[in-house]
């Protein structure tokens, strides 16, 4: 399974960005898909995810200004961010797995997409 993320950029405190995933194969099949962060020296951190039921589950960090949604028409994942702060500086990368019999046997990464958060 192969991801795209796209949508990241430079915003100022406040605002809002739109990242989106592209993914090579229909979701309906994928266990769970979500997105991580790594910020600027730290280790890479969940940010939102979300099941083939459609059960999300977010950081207590982003909880109430992210949203994270799934088209399964166009095999895309959205994370809708608002109110954004410093703190969400991060690469961000989109996640997708599929779990069979108890074993992930699908695990792909998307190759990232700066979101820079100014002051």
């Known amino acids: 399974v192969q991801l795209v993320e796209s949508g990241g950029g430079l915003v100022q405190t406040g605002g809002s960005l739109r990242l989106s995933c592209a993914v090579s194969?229909?979701?309906?099949?994928?266990?769970?898909m979500g997105w991580y962060r790594q910020p600027p020296g730290k280790q890479r951190e969940l940010v939102s995810v979300i099941s083939s039921s459609g059960i999300t589950n977010y950081a207590e960090s982003v909880k109430g200004r992210f949203t994270i949604s799934a088209d399964n028409a166009k095999n895309t994942v959205i994370l809708q961010m608002n109110s954004l702060d410093r703190e969400d500086t991060a690469v961000y990368y989109c996640y997708a797995e599929k779990v069979v019999g108890g074993v992930i046997s699908i695990e792909s990464w998307g190759q990232g997409t700066q979101v820079t958060v100014s002051s």
């Open positions: 194969e229909s979701i309906s099949g994928l266990t769970t």
